[in-house]
Structures are given as C-alpha cells and as structure tokens.
C-alpha cells in the first residue's frame, strides 16, 4: 500500500498537509507521535528532501528542527540563500524509531516505507515546482533517484530529476545528509560540513 490513494487532484501544500496528517500507509504511523510533513517557502527554487524525521521533529511535528536541522540551517545560509528561500521535507513523513528505555533510538527506513510515502514527496515537489531538488543522503537518494546514484560517487552535481514530481525542467543534486556530518570525528567534521556548504552552493549558484 501507498498513500496515493489519499492525495487530492491539485492539491497545494495545505491541503496536503492536512490530508496527510491521518495518513496510514504504513505501520510506522502507530508508534510515531505525528505526521512531520514539510515546510518552508511554498514557491522555493530548491527543495530539499532528506530521509526522516528525527526524535525533535517527531515530538514538534517540523522538519529539520533538531540539531541536524540547525546545522542544515547554517549550511544554507553559507550557501548563498536568503532565509525563507527554501522548502524542506523528507522522503519518510514518521519517525521509525526503537525504543531502549526512556530513549528512541532512530531506525532507517525500509523500502516499502519510503515506497509508501513516495506520493506525498511527488504530490509536494508538483504544488512547489522547484527548479532543484536536493537529495540529502542515500535514503532520499533511493527515493527519488533510485540505485543507480551514489552519495559518494555523484554529489555535488547538477544531475537532470526524473523522479517523482518531475518537470523537464528540475534538476537534482546530490549531497551528504547533515546528520551524517554529526556523526563524523571531531578532526574530520570541518570538512564535511564544507563540502556540504560546497555542495549547497552549486544548487543556490543554479536559480541565482
């Protein structure tokens, strides 16, 4: 099953939104606090997809608000864009999670949840028509790319978008997710934060 079913003919991002907060194409639905849905500049150039939400953005119901986001935020603004420039959202719209004790302990997802939540990332780059869409990391790199791309091999490049949502127009590009570079040693997370930078600044340089 997928949410295809749910989403209305031309919706904007409101009625999405609303539409996919009783959204249960999934189980990841059950245990998760809330639907995150995306956000930011309904008329965005660049969108931005990442994989999931986080335990913060679970608990707030935004993307990109914890401490990933943060320096996500930084790293745009670094980039070239204006605050308010961009939309971003995730390929997997629930927290999949394993709870420890009092801890929940993030989870990838598996193929059939981003399979289940590939209409709501379609449904929202056709009401944004970005000209860009950012794939941050492998798992929004499977979803919209598919397996013939690599985060290593083809980040940083404008590379023509043919995924979900597509127009002849967009264009993707490929880059690290920021949660990556959290998690990279203290002697080498200087530079990942860099080559995101650099990898950012090629989509701003691209709708500038």
């Known amino acids: 099953m997928d949410a295809s079913t749910l989403i209305p003919a031309q919706a904007d991002l409101p009625a999405l939104k609303a539409v996919a907060a009783g959204c249960t194409a999934c189980e990841l639905y059950a245990p998760a606090t809330q639907t995150v849905f995306g956000a930011g500049n309904p008329e965005a150039k660049v969108l931005l997809v990442g994989e999931q939400p986080g335990d913060v953005e679970d608990q707030r119901g935004l993307p990109f608000v914890g401490p990933a986001g943060k320096l996500l935020q930084r790293a745009v603004a670094e980039a070239g ?8 959202t995730n390929a997997v ?24 939540c590939n209409p709501w990332v379609a449904a929202e780059i056709s009401a944004v028509h970005p000209e860009v869409v950012v794939c941050l990391g492998a798992t929004a790199v499977k979803a919209l790319l598919g ?34 570079i959290l998690r990279m040693p203290d002697d080498a997370r200087e530079k990942g934060y860099a080559d995101l930078v650099a990898d950012l600044t090629v989509a701003a340089r691209a709708v500038a």
């Open 81 to 88: 864009f204006e605050q308010g420039a961009v939309y971003v």
């Open 93 to 116: 719209k629930h927290f999949r999670f394993e709870q420890r004790g009092k801890r929940r302990i993030h989870q990838t997802p598996q193929p059939e949840h981003i399979r289940a």
């Open 147 to 180: 397996s013939k791309y690599r985060v290593t091999k083809d980040r940083g490049e404008l590379l023509q978008y043919t995924g979900p949502g597509a127009e002849e127009r967009t264009k993707a590009l490929i880059t690290i997710h920021p949660s990556a």
